[in-house]
């Protein structure tokens, strides 16, 4: 069953800890691809200083600012995307980021998009995962609460651990929030 809006308009702690053990899934012309999601991390918007909405609505986030479910795809590096979806109340822009997936089905499909065949490194990352599943800037503002190219279906229970999130050094206010989740001894996990 897809995920349906009401389940993001919850607080992002709350989204990014339930998302863990659910099914991202993205329908490709080469086939459909799916991992179950191992790995996130939530973004408080106006009151986190590592989230990219923290200062305000701008042409780059304005998709958190509206409907919740949406994706929110960015680039960083200058070349690899990360996919969020947007959560939160109303007229917060709040988002999880999907940081890890452990790989499902499409599995060849997954190791030609990323040039390798070790499994436990597929999706064990944003970059690596939106590589692997073909997740582009195209997808940025795509309603993921209904079927189509890219969604979330429930998936299996799993024993979820928090931590802190990884790369925002950079915030002084929130970067020691446990605000990252992981399922518990999964070794599709990203290495902070």
Aim: aromatic letters at 8%; glycine letters at 10%; proline letters at 3%.
């Amino acid at each position: 069953m897809i995920l349906g809006e009401d389940f993001y308009r919850r607080d992002a702690i709350e989204v990014a800890q339930e998302l863990i053990g659910c099914r991202l899934v993205r329908e490709t012309a080469g086939g459909k691809i799916s991992g179950i999601i191992v790995e996130t991390e939530a973004y408080k918007g106006r009151i986190d200083d590592a989230a990219h909405s923290y200062k305000g609505k701008t042409e780059r986030v304005k998709v958190l600012f509206g409907e919740k479910g949406r994706a929110y795809v960015y680039l960083i590096y200058g070349m690899y995307c990360c996919l969020n979806v947007s959560a939160g109340p109303e007229g917060e822009p709040e988002c999880v980021l999907i940081r890890a997936l452990e790989p499902e089905a499409g599995i060849k499909l997954m190791e030609q998009n990323r040039r390798t065949d070790k499994r436990k490194n597929l999706c064990s990352g944003p970059g690596k995962l939106c590589m692997a599943m073909g997740i582009t800037r195209e997808q940025n503002g795509a309603d993921m609460t209904v079927p189509g190219k890219l969604y979330i279906e429930t998936g299996r229970g799993a024993d979820v651990h928090a931590s802190k999130r990884i790369g925002i050094d950079y915030a002084e206010k929130c970067r020691d929030k446990l605000w990252r989740f992981t399922e518990m001894d999964s070794i599709y996990v990203s290495k902070p």
